[in-house]
């Protein structure tokens, strides 16, 4: 069985940017209850930007770059192995913010860090897969 390659692009693009903007309510939330400053919500999502742009890019790029293979269908296996490490990847570093949201005793420098330290040494589970399928294929 084969994935259409545009559905299979949709559904990668939809994980990051859910669990991306996610992530920023997360933090506007916090920033609303009065947990931390404007000051923090803006150095906060600015960090959530920075690591969301690399995957976010590569897939626009994809998408925008019209590549000449998508009408050739994607094996079902590196469909789902793709929207699992990307899964993975962005509960990552959802959770982290998660726990920020909800730890008393947590602080702005510490999230910061951490999203910036795992998305960096995680990158490893979607640089592959974004590549297979955002980067252009030459035909055969």
């Known amino acids: 069985m084969t994935i259409c390659p545009s559905v299979a692009s949709l559904a990668l693009l939809g ?6 903007a996610t992530g ?9 209850r009065g947990a931390i400053y404007l000051s923090h ?9 920075a690591v969301y742009s690399v ?4 897939i626009l790029g994809g998408i925008f770059g019209q590549r000449s293979d998508l009408d050739r269908p994607t094996p079902n296996f590196a469909f789902w192995a ?4 990307a899964a993975i990847w962005n509960l990552l570093l959802f959770a982290r913010v998660l726990i920020f949201c909800v ?7 510490d999230l910061k860090s951490y999203i910036g330290v795992v998305a960096a040494a995680s990158s490893f589970l979607v640089t592959g897969a974004l590549a297979y399928f955002f980067t252009k294929k030459e035909p055969n």
């Open 103 to 109: 730890a008393s005793d947590d602080s702005v420098a």
């Open 24 to 32: 920023i309510i997360v933090i506007a939330v916090t920033y609303l």
């Open 41 to 49: 919500l803006q150095e906060l999502i600015l960090a959530m930007l």
């Open 55 to 58: 995957p976010l890019g590569t």
């Open 82 to 85: 793709a929207l699992a490490v």
């Open 15 to 20: 994980v990051f940017l859910a669990f991306m």
